[in-house]
């Protein structure tokens, strides 16, 4: 069993940052592939950034230069560092963690961003 926690959510102006954290615990493998999806109401859920276990890293084009996900000295952990946030990131973002055992999303952070 894998456990996802989220933390970093928050209420900020346009133009803003905020820096999102992910923690997995449980069955967790070496090789795996954590990111962060989100989705804003009325809308599909969406993948905004993925890194893989060796560091391979991709984005959405809409956030591409504005966000920047990276791992944390824990393999198990991942960030997604957001600046330049615009009303439109406003959404519920979900940290996921892919691995041969399936996968798993968190239980999701509000972000909000005001204009």
């Known amino acids: 069993q894998v456990q996802l926690v989220e933390s970093g959510g928050g209420l900020v102006q346009a133009g803003g940052t905020l820096r999102l954290s992910c923690a997995a615990s449980?069955?967790?493998?070496?090789?795996?592939?954590m990111g962060w999806h989100r989705q804003a109401p009325g809308k599909q859920r969406e993948l905004v950034a993925s890194?893989?276990?060796?560091?391979?890293?991709n984005y959405a084009d809409s956030v591409q230069g504005r966000f920047t996900i990276s791992r944390g000295n824990a393999k198990n952990t991942v960030y997604l560092q957001m600046i330049s946030l615009k009303p439109e990131d406003t959404a519920v973002y979900y940290c996921?963690?892919?691995?041969?055992?399936?996968?798993?999303w968190g239980q999701g952070t509000q972000v909000t961003v005001s204009s």
């Open positions: 996921f963690l892919s691995q041969s055992l399936g996968f798993k």
């Open positions: 890194i893989s276990s060796g560091g391979s890293a």
């Open positions: 449980g069955r967790v493998f070496n090789t795996n592939t």
